[in-house]
């Protein structure tokens, strides 16, 4: 099916449509609802006001996990409940989440004993959705697994087993399964407003960001999944409200795969400062992260400060024999959690609870804030529990644990490059035999062909040059001045998919490049 914005648009302008939810926000979050919403069958709509996964989702540090730092912080409802998400998600989109081993290294005995201990607890919490028992791994085994680790004073290691995927590609495929459900998720419509009647919410006012078109819809029930922007949306429903989320940013630098080792992830459970830190293989590089800072404002595209590039670097130097430096960084991103604001002021960021909160406000409008990338899904039904109530909607029971995602495929061949697409691959594959132009890699640095570009233009709702390198592909994440040097190609694919001139094409590099040239250190 091609995915026609116009023919959506269309269906969605009949001012006499009632939905029964709207949700605002095409993250994780927001995603996850639209999934659960139209999955139970209810009439849903869902607007994002730049693309899919452009917030937050597209810059976590691309795990799927219970959450070790937590456990370690005794909350153990919030890890036991990730481990069952994260179980939940292998099954239903096993072309999306990999099976890792997790290395951590032990510079004492006693810390060799402290995470045998903690990780055998965490395999117990997962119970049958175990990913495979941890262990404790002689010193000769971690160096074998982590060539590049620091050996002085290494005295043993702990494996563990975690979920790694990739967030960009699975809020596509999260847009494509509420699609298929019945759902209709739109990109680039930005909601400025809500409206009421008799002092409920009785829909909201929304602009094409394309055209500039501003449309009301009518809806029973309207979801604000809007990340950090949450406040922003409360705000148009009661114009006096306090804050209530606390923006904090975390970065990642990106290596070479050389930096870490074939396959498995490093994890510093308690670096100098008390954080955590992962290294972790992907998509044939080295992502290493993250940081913790609070900030006060909040924005669409954030940048990595100085300060959180220098202790990513100088925590890597203190573990890696081979140190990276400034000049090894292929790509850096922030992204913000939108964290619950801290009750006192003496609670640090990384001390606020990472569980998601659902507020109803006393005209209706639902907000859904928190949690994390791994507990989408229960975040989602969740929501459409609570909208069933405030819809006064039939009690349909959520289906979502069992439901299949876009592109499931049961076994998956990690080493083929299009393997993010699951069942799509084979369509991806044969739409280059057809073209031999979109055979060719588009850049040497990077596996992408150019049929990948054609097929999200044409089936994954792509709209601009960065959509396309930032999302659909990684490019921009996995090394930012090869997706620089992409953007030409990738622009004029994409013209001829959506009928562009030469204008829209040099319009949409400059605008790329400007983005991306934050993803690159100097
Ligand atoms: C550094 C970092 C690392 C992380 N790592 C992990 C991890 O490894 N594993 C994990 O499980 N979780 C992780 N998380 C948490 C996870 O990424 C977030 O919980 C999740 O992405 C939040 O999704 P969201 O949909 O709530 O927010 P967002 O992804 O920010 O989505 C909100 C969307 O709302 C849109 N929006 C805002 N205002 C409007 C409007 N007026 N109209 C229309 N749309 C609007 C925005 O454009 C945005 O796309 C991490 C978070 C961070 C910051």
Known sequence: MFRDREGMIEQISDPSTIWDMIIIGGGATGLGVAVDAASRGFKTLLLEQSDFAKGTSSRSTKLVHGGVRYLAQGNIGLVTEALKERGILLNNAPHLVRNENFIIPNYSWLSGIFYSIGLSVYDLLAGKRSFGRSRLIPRSEVIRRIPNIRQKNLVSGVLYHDGQFDDARLAVCLALTAMEQGAIPLNYFRVTALTKEKNKINGLIAKDQETGISYTFRSKTVVNATGVFVDEVMVMDEPELRPMVQPSQGIHLVFAKSFLG????????????????????????????????????????????????????????????????????????????????????????????????????????????????????????????????????????????????????DSVDWADPLFVYGSDALNIKSMAKGNPAWKEILDSRLPYIGAEVVWATRYEMARTVEDVLARRLRALFLDARAAMDMAPAVANLMAIELKKDENWEKEQVVSFLSVAKNYILF
């Open 262 to 409: 074939p396959h498995d992830a490093l994890m510093i459970p308690k670096t100098k400062d008390g954080r955590v830190l992962f290294a972790i293989p992907w998509h044939d590089r080295t992502l290493v992260g993250t940081t913790d800072t609070p900030l006060t404002a909040y924005q669409l595209e954030p940048r990595a400060l100085e300060e959180e590039i220098k202790f990513i670097l100088d925590t890597a130097a203190h573990y890696l024999t081979q140190i990276p430096t400034r000049k090894d960084v292929l790509s850096v991103f922030a992204g913000l959690r939108p964290l619950a604001a801290p009750q006192g002021d003496q609670q640090k960021t990384k001390e606020i609870s990472r569980s998601h909160k659902l507020i109803v406000s006393a005209s209706g409008l639902i907000t859904i804030t928190g949690g994390k990338w791994t507990t989408y899904r229960k975040m989602g039904e969740d929501t459409v529990n609570r909208a069933i109530g405030v819809g006064g909607f039939p009690n349909r029971l959520s289906v979502t644990q069992t439901l299949s995602l876009h592109g499931y495929k």
